[in-house]
Structure formats: structure tokens, C-alpha cells
């Protein structure tokens, strides 16, 4: 069963940075590549950022630049450094284990991170 809890989010000013942090609770972490996912209000679920097993990184053409993936397969976490946040950040932010594609995904969603940027 797949697992995962995201943490670090909040409100940050435009410029601002955040770290998020996803801790999954998967016997075979290292294995999985993990998704960062985001929704804002109205709009649908998007693909941020992903990191495969082997430590390739996959980046939305919105955040190329200003987003880095990483993770620490010792501490069975992902997380996702957001620097020069936009007022368009702003969005429930999640992450889930990928699945045949980055469009699908292997557990549940849970109730992710809210990150609000000010202008």
C-alpha cells in the first residue's frame, strides 16, 4: 500500500522560497519514482515535478528553472525546493507514487500542503 504525507507548506511573499516535504510510507521506496502534483482553486489536478528511481527529474514547463526534486531514499522523503515563487504557485500541492505514467498514479491522494503566494 502506498502511502504519503506532504508537509512545508505556507504563505510566502512573490520572490519567496518553500520547501515541501513528502514522506511515503513504502516498503520499497527507493524503487518508485514520486510526483509532485499541484491544484488550485478551479482549476484541475496538474504534473509539477516527478524524480524517477534512478534520479532523473522530469519539470512542467511553469516551473523549469525555479523548482528543483530531490530524494533521500534513507529517509523514504522527496522534496520539492520552490524558489521565485509567483502568485500562480499558489495551489494545494501533493505527491504520489507514479504509476504507468506521471498522469497516473499509484495510491491515494491525501490532503497535501497549501502554499499561498502574495503579490
Known amino acids: 500500500q502506498v502511502q504519503l504525507v506532504e508537509s512545508g507548506g505556507g504563505l510566502v511573499q512573490a520572490g519567496g522560497s518553500l520547501r515541501l516535504s513528502c514522506a511515503a510510507s513504502?516498503?520499497?521506496?527507493?524503487?518508485?519514482?514520486i510526483g509532485w502534483y499541484r491544484q488550485a482553486p478551479g482549476k484541475q489536478r496538474e504534473f509539477v515535478a516527478g524524480?524517477?528511481?534512478?534520479?532523473?527529474?522530469n519539470y512542467a514547463d511553469s516551473v523549469k528553472g525555479r523548482f528543483t526534486i530531490s530524494r533521500d531514499n534513507a529517509k523514504n522523503t522527496v522534496y520539492l525546493q520552490m524558489n521565485s515563487l509567483k502568485p500562480e504557485d499558489t495551489a494545494v500541492y501533493y505527491c504520489n507514487a507514479k504509476g504507468a505514467t506521471w498522469g497516473r498514479v499509484l495510491g491515494s491522494w491525501g490532503q497535501g500542503t497549501q502554499v499561498t503566494v502574495s503579490s
Open positions: 524524480i524517477s528511481s534512478g534520479d532523473t527529474t
Open positions: 513504502i516498503r520499497t521506496f527507493s524503487n518508485y519514482a
